[in-house]
């Protein structure tokens, strides 16, 4: 280890508080200090190569580096690096609107920008509560969310939260929601079979029941369309996404969809509402816009929610919220980039040949003793650790086994973060088949060689 990396990591012991992180174990760690990328490859500052399995925390499109996307850069750093959206318009920030409106589902047409997942569902939540203000139903003030959801990490991110273990501690500071089970069949809650293909949809019942017996005082759904994230990479039984819209629809609630990790491409389709051939009311982007670059976010609507600000100024109809970085030029010339290296590389039509390849490699981890569910949407993969798969007893939190299996895949040459118990897989959407079965061989010889 060169004096350099050592030096670095006594820097980042010192000074740095990373997130999501137990400090006082990661201190007494190594960590491995990145410095460059190159594709689907990170380096660190020893010039050891790591495969990034996680896709720079479910971010990255093109692969690291990506030269095209530099270019573009660069050359908007050159003409211009921010300047504002109140009062002022840029021409990155109007071409890129335009741009999404155009592969959006159909119906969503107006852009609003921001720069992280958190404020793309913030703003989500707080247009739906004043749409109804503006309708002359201000009792429709409540959110229905799942358990198992993350949307984010502001308050009111939180609220629409389901995952105890981050949310829990900050429970008094939130607003109540109206939760909905969780569509997680390995561990349904409802349903006895706890098989997707078995089940009676009880969950889906339980949400009507819950929708119905709210309507009159619910302003919005929240939902990450065909994968819950962060709760596990938990996929949803087909047609779920298409029957929320409907029960939607039906009880007169607007439909946010929390496509941040889904969005551009990630579960095969440019958008994964589109898969179930959905417009949602309003949809939260995030992440994959700039490709993993830069932090950019939108959150789309229809005309429909965008009419019902519209009034004279002394109606008070504006939408107060804005952030000063809100459609920042370099972010968005970056976001224009990745759309054309979308079309020029042909990445969506790459993608059939790609998820194929991945299922091949999963399905057959399901004979492994310890691996009691494997999920899979698009490029998302999630193989779930438990002690017995008769019983599905997940093994103990305190045991890691998901950090540890991890920390074995680095020497594998794979960069891993799990969900708990659940090892994800998430590449950049550009890696090529024989580094998707070096991923996958890694993955499984890691896992074999923690749980035995
Ligand atoms: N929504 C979903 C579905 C996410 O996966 C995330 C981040 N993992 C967020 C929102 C929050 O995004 P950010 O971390 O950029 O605030």
Redo the contacts with the bound molecule.
């Keep these: 280890m060169s004096d350099t990396t050592r030096t670095l990591q006594e820097y980042d012991r010192r000074y740095l508080w990373h997130p999501f992180t137990q400090m006082k174990e990661w201190e007494k760690t190594d960590p491995i200090v990145i410095e460059r990328g190159e594709g689907s490859w990170l380096i660190d500052t020893d010039g050891n190569r790591y495969l990034d399995g996680v896709a720079a ?2 971010t990255n499109v093109h692969g690291h580096c990506r030269r095209e996307i530099n270019e573009a850069i660069k050359e908007q750093v050159d003409r211009l690096e921010h300047s504002t959206l109140l009062g002022l318009t840029n021409d990155k920030a109007a071409l890129l609107a335009k741009r999404l409106v155009d592969i959006a589902p159909p119906g969503l047409a107006r852009v609003f920008y921001s720069d ?6 913030e703003i989500g939540v707080k247009m739906a509560f004043q749409y109804w203000q503006h309708l002359g139903r201000p009792e429709k003030q409540r959110y229905i969310s799942f358990r198992n ?6 308050v009111g ?1 939180m609220s629409v939260g389901g995952i105890d273990i981050y949310h829990e501690v900050f429970r008094p500071l939130l607003f109540p929601t109206i939760q909905a089970p969780s569509p997680y069949c390995y561990r349904c809650e409802l349903c006895a079979e706890r098989d997707a293909d078995r089940c009676g949809r009880q969950c889906l019942q339980e949400l009507e029941r819950l929708m119905a017996a709210h309507t009159h005082e619910t302003a919005g759904l929240v939902i ?1 369309p065909l994968v ?3 709760g596990g990479m938990i996929v949803q039984p087909e047609g779920f996404v298409r029957k929320v819209r409907e029960l939607c629809d039906r009880y007169d609630i607007l439909m946010i969809a ?5 969005g551009f491409g990630r579960t095969g389709t440019m958008f994964a509402c589109q898969q179930e051939g959905v417009t949602p009311d309003i949809m ?1 982007l ?2 994959g816009i700039t490709a993993g670059y830069l ?1 950019l ?1 939108a959150t789309m609507t229809t005309e429909k929610v965008y009419n019902a600000f519209l009034g004279e100024y002394r109606e008070l109809k504006t939408f107060f919220h804005g952030h000063t970085f809100t459609g920042n030029p370099i972010a968005c010339a970056t976001a224009l980039a990745s759309l054309d290296l979308f079309a020029s590389d042909r990445l969506l039509e790459q993608l059939p040949a790609k998820i194929d390849y991945l299922r091949q490699r999963l399905e057959p981890l399901r004979e492994l003793d310890h691996v009691g569910n494997i999920r899979m949407c698009g490029m998302v993969g999630g193989i779930e650790l438990v002690r017995s798969r008769e019983t599905r007893e997940p093994y103990d939190w305190e045991e890691r086994i998901g950090v540890r299996v991890c920390l074995e895949a680095q020497k594998h040459g794979l960069f891993l973060r799990p969900l708990g118990n659940i090892i994800v897989v998430f590449p950049p959407l550009s890696i090529s088949l024989e580094e998707l079965a070096f991923l996958m061989d890694g993955i499984d010889a890691s896992i074999r060689a923690i749980t035995g």
């Design positions: 925390i479910w992280n997942g958190s404020t793309a569902v959801a993350y949307h984010g990490d502001t991110c990450e819950q994230g962060a929390d496509e941040v990790a889904v939260a995030s992440k932090p976010a």
